[in-house]
Structure formats: C-alpha cells, structure tokens
C-alpha cells in the first residue's frame, strides 16, 4: 500500500513540474507576443480623443436622422467588431456610434475606478468633443444597459430611445453581493489565464461569436483578447453594479421608449430563460412605452439574430416620430 501510494506522489509530482514548466514557456511566450499585438493594435479604427488624460476610441459609419450609439457588455473586448455584423446593416439608414470604453478594444486601460458616473461623464465628454450630437437611440448590451438607464434618467432630452440588445437590468443585479466571491475567483482565474497567455491555446469560434466578420477581421479581434480580455478596468465596472442600480432605483423610470430583445439566458448569463426573461419583465413593469421581443438564441443576440433585429429596430425608430 504504501509503495502505491509513493507511486502516486511521485507522479502527482511530475505532473505538477511538468505543469509548471508548460506555464512558465506560456507565460514567456505570451509576453513576446504580447508586444507585437500592442503593436499592432496601434493602426486602430475608429478615432481617439482624449478623455482624462487618456485615449478613448470611437467609431463611426454612415449618415441618417438618428444616431445610433452602441455600448458593449461587461468583457466583450472588442466592441467595434462584436456588433459590426448588425450595425452593417443600419448604416445606410442611420449613423452608427461605437463607444469603446476605457479597458474595451483600441482605447487605454486606465489607472481609476470604473464606476458608473464617471464611466457615463467620459461615454458623453467623448461624444461632445468628436461633435456627435443627440438625441441618440441607445443600444447597449448586458451591462451596458445599466449605464443606458441612468443616461435616460439623467439627461432624457440626449436619449431618444433605448434599444436593449438582451441588456442587463437593476433587477439582474439583485443579490448580486452573495455571488461576488464567487465571482471575482472567476475573474482572478481570468485574468491570469489572460497573463500566461492560455486564451492562444482557445479556436477562435470558443472565443469569439464570428457573425459575418472576415478572417482579418477575427484576427485583429484576437490580438484585442489577447492584450485586453478581463483586465482591471472590466473587474472594476462589476465592483460598481450595486451602486449604480441603487442610483437608479432612486429615481422614476424614464420616459423612453424602449425596444427590449430578451434571450434565452444561454451564453453568458448564467441563468435559465425563466430567471433571465423575468428580470426584464419585471422591469418594465415600470416603464411606460415599452416592447420586448423574446428570442431563442444566446446571450449576444445580436451575432445570432441580426437580421430579425435589424429589422425590428428599423421599424422602430421610423416610428419614434409618428
């Protein structure tokens, strides 16, 4: 027995140096290259201005009446590209905005606090010295739909309506301070996956939800996950969630009229469709002029069901002014 179990030890052992080995050459490979992605990333799209001593990036395509303003989940790190295959098809109509926020796509990760005042300050101050003008059709998606909120709240005469892309609530964040060990253990193993380089050992359809973008395209999206994936400014949006829903609560509702596209909770909520769909039910319980569109698909539903959205949205705003 007791030979067995030294048998064991020192295989365990060597499993655990070998281990250790693997992530020591990881971890130096993936700083190598991690200086040519940085890089690389400097021939951006988009255009940066600078927001508290720092460069943000927004992009910007086509011309319209309304202008459309996109706003990325917690952890989607490139903005440009994740929405591009709906905004492609609204660009003809409408002029498409592209907030990314300081820790998402081209623009810096920042030395600050993330909260939710300062993070709405920067979105509007970007906006302004770039000249783009509301009132704007908001169209945030997860997290973003907390910011989205509190923009209406605050300043309703900017927001012509909100178009949820599956955004997350007040309601989503409720007890949210029982799961945040939980959750920043995930965020901890993240992030140090992101250091020693392992999201290069993931395909591209694990981490990315292709849509219609071309092969440059995804390849320029990975050198972002690469450099940028859940990095201290994404962690330090979550530590805010609660403040910011309270902020809302605060308040009445807004006016706006909304458009809200519900998933099934599959890909990224972490919840059944009962739990996820009730949130957002719940909700507009307290909103007046409000439409939710139920669709059977994943979290980012604007990858799987762009062409139904776009649809939808389009009849939409024609209509806001009816």
């Given at each position: 027995?007791?030979?067995?179990?030294?048998?064991?030890?020192?295989?365990?052992?060597?499993?655990?140096?070998?281990?250790?080995?693997?992530?020591?050459?990881?971890?130096?490979?993936?700083?190598?290259?991690l200086k040519k992605d940085k890089e690389a990333?400097?021939?951006?799209?988009?255009?940066?201005?600078?927001?508290?001593?720092?460069?943000?990036?927004?992009?910007?395509?086509?011309?319209?009446?309304?202008?459309?303003?996109?706003?990325?989940?917690?952890?989607?790190?490139?903005?440009?590209?994740?929405?591009?295959?709906?905004?492609?098809?609204?660009?003809?109509?409408?002029?498409?905005?592209?907030?990314?926020?300081?820790?998402?796509?081209?623009?810096?990760?920042?030395?600050?606090?993330?909260?939710?005042?300062?993070?709405?300050?920067?979105?509007?101050?970007?906006?302004?010295?770039?000249?783009?003008?509301?009132?704007?059709?908001?169209?945030?998606?997860?997290?973003?739909?907390?910011?989205?909120?509190?923009?209406?709240?605050?300043?309703?005469?900017?927001?012509?309506?909100?178009?949820?892309?599956?955004?997350?609530?007040?309601?989503?964040?409720?007890?949210?301070?029982?799961?945040?060990?939980?959750?920043?253990?995930?965020?901890?193993?993240?992030?140090?996956?992101?250091?020693?380089?392992?999201?290069?050992?993931?395909?591209?359809?694990?981490?990315?939800?292709?849509?219609?973008?071309?092969?440059?395209?995804?390849?320029?999206?990975?050198?972002?996950?690469?450099?940028?994936?859940?990095?201290?400014?994404?962690?330090?949006?979550?530590?805010?969630?609660?403040?910011?829903?309270?902020?809302?609560?605060?308040?009445?509702?807004?006016?706006?009229?909304?458009?809200?596209?519900?998933?099934?909770?599959?890909?990224?909520?972490?919840?059944?469709?009962?739990?996820?769909?009730?949130?957002?039910?719940?909700?507009?319980?307290?909103?007046?002029?409000?439409?939710?569109?139920?669709?059977?698909?994943?979290?980012?539903?604007?990858?799987?069901?762009?062409?139904?959205?776009?649809?939808?949205?389009?009849?939409?705003?024609?209509?806001?002014?009816?």
């Open positions: 027995m007791k030979k067995a179990l030294k048998t064991i030890g020192k295989f365990l052992l060597g499993l655990l140096i070998l281990l250790a080995v693997f992530l020591i050459v990881m971890t130096i490979y993936n700083q190598v290259m990333l400097k021939e951006h799209i988009g255009q940066m201005v600078e927001i508290d001593s720092n460069e943000m990036c927004v992009y910007t395509e086509g011309v319209g009446d309304h202008t459309l303003v996109f706003m990325s989940g917690s952890g989607t790190s490139s903005p440009i590209y994740d929405f591009k295959t709906l905004y492609s098809r609204l660009s003809d109509n409408y002029r498409i905005v592209v907030i990314e926020k300081f820790g998402y796509g081209f623009s810096d990760v920042v030395d600050a606090d993330r909260d939710f005042d300062t993070i709405l300050r920067q979105d509007r101050e970007a906006l302004s010295k770039l000249g783009i003008e509301g009132p704007f059709v908001l169209c945030p998606h997860s997290m973003s739909g907390v910011e989205a909120i509190m923009w209406a709240q605050e300043y309703p005469d900017e927001v012509e309506a909100i178009v949820g892309l599956d955004m997350a609530t007040p309601e989503a964040y409720d007890g949210i301070s029982e799961k945040s060990g939980a959750m920043n253990v995930a965020y901890a193993l993240n992030s140090a996956a992101r250091e020693c380089g392992i999201f290069r050992l993931l395909s591209d359809d694990t981490l990315i939800n292709r849509g219609e973008l071309t092969d440059d395209e995804i390849a320029i999206y990975r050198k972002i996950i690469n450099v940028k994936v859940l990095n201290k400014n994404v962690i330090s949006e979550g530590e805010f969630t609660d403040e910011a829903c309270e902020e809302i609560r605060s308040r009445d509702m807004p006016e706006t009229p909304m458009l809200l596209f519900v998933s099934d909770g599959s890909g990224g909520t972490g919840l059944d469709k009962e739990t996820w769909r009730g949130f957002t039910e719940k909700f507009a319980e307290n909103v007046e002029n409000e439409t939710i569109v139920e669709l059977d698909c994943g979290h980012y539903v604007h990858d799987f069901e762009y062409e139904r959205i776009s649809a939808d949205m389009k009849e939409f705003i024609e209509n806001l002014n009816s």
